[in-house]
C-alpha cells in the first residue's frame, strides 16, 4: 500500500486520539505536531519523508515508529516507550533526549548523528568498564553543538546524568570534572600517582 495523496496532516488538540497511523505516506513531508494529542499510545510514520514530530512532554505513547528523513528527534518524559523504531539517525541535527523510558539508547544515537549537532541529554545512567571509555564519550560531545532549556543554541553539548567506573585516576578524573561538571562520575576505587612515589587509595 502507498499514499501519495497525503501531504499535510494537521492533528490539533485530540485528547481522545490512540493511534496515529500514515505509513507509507510518501509525500508527507512536513514536521507533524502532535503535542496536543496528550493520550496517543501508538504513532506510526514509517515510510513517510517527515522531518520532525513534536509530541507531548510525557504522557502514555508505547510504539513510536519514524523515518530516517527525521531532522529533530525531541523525546521528553516518554517513559512508557516500549517500541521505538527509526532506520537511521544519520539525519538527525537536533537531539533532545530526556527522562525516557531505556528502549531509547542515547548513546547509539549520539554515535550516528553528524558532528555539530544540536544535543541536550539529561538524565542518563551509564556504567563504563574503563574511564578511557568514559573520556571518548566526552570527545564525542566535543564534536557537538547544544541548546538550553528554551531550545536556544549554546556552543557546547548540553548533558547531564551519571557515569559510573570501577578504577579512575585522580587526572582522569579531574579531566572529566573539567569537561563536563554536570556529569557526575561515580567510582569505586581512585588511583593516585606523583613522581615520588605511588599509593592507591580505595572510596567507599
Known amino acids: 500500500y502507498?499514499?501519495?495523496?497525503?501531504?499535510?496532516?494537521?492533528?490539533?488538540?485530540?485528547?481522545l486520539l490512540k493511534t496515529i497511523d500514515v505509513r507509507n505516506c510518501t509525500a508527507l513531508t512536513q514536521s507533524v505536531d502532535v503535542s496536543g494529542c496528550t493520550n496517543v499510545e501508538?504513532?506510526?510514520?514509517?515510510?513517510?519523508?517527515?522531518?520532525?514530530?513534536?509530541?507531548?512532554?510525557?504522557?502514555?505513547?508505547?510504539?513510536?515508529?519514524?523515518?530516517?528523513?527525521?531532522?529533530?528527534?525531541?523525546l521528553r518524559n516518554q517513559t512508557a516507550l516500549t517500541e521505538f523504531e527509526?532506520?537511521?539517525?544519520?539525519?538527525?541535527?537536533?537531539?533532545?533526549?530526556?527522562?525516557?523510558?531505556n528502549i531509547i539508547d542515547p548513546m547509539a544515537i549520539l554515535e550516528e548523528i553528524p558532528e555539530k549537532s544540536r544535543v541536550r541529554i539529561t538524565g542518563f545512567d551509564w556504567s563504563f568498564d574503563d574511564p578511557e571509555d568514559i573520556l571518548?564519550?566526552?570527545?564525542?560531545?566535543?564534536?557537538?553543538?547544544?541548546?538550553?532549556?528554551n531550545g536556544n543554541n549554546v556552543d557546547k553539548?548540553?548533558?547531564?546524568?551519571t557515569v559510573r567506573v570501577d578504577s579512575i585516576t585522580?587526572?582522569?578524573?579531574?579531566?572529566?570534572m573539567s569537561k563536563y561538571p554536570s556529569i557526575t562520575v561515580v567510582y569505586n576505587n581512585i588511583i593516585c600517582k606523583n613522581k615520588i612515589f605511588s599509593f592507591i587509595v580505595c572510596c567507599f
Open 2 to 15: 502507498e499514499n501519495k495523496n497525503l501531504v499535510e496532516l494537521t492533528l490539533g488538540n485530540n485528547a
Open 42 to 74: 501508538e504513532i506510526y510514520f514509517d515510510n513517510t519523508a517527515i522531518t520532525g514530530l513534536s509530541l507531548p512532554n510525557g504522557g502514555s505513547l508505547k510504539k513510536l515508529h519514524l523515518p530516517e528523513t527525521v531532522v529533530n528527534l525531541t
Open 86 to 101: 527509526i532506520p537511521s539517525f544519520s539525519n538527525v541535527t537536533t537531539l533532545w533526549l530526556e527522562n525516557n523510558s
Open 136 to 149: 571518548s564519550f566526552y570527545d564525542l560531545l566535543d564534536t557537538m553543538r547544544g541548546m538550553d532549556e
Open 157 to 161: 553539548a548540553q548533558v547531564s546524568g
Open 170 to 176: 585522580g587526572a582522569q578524573l579531574g579531566e572529566m
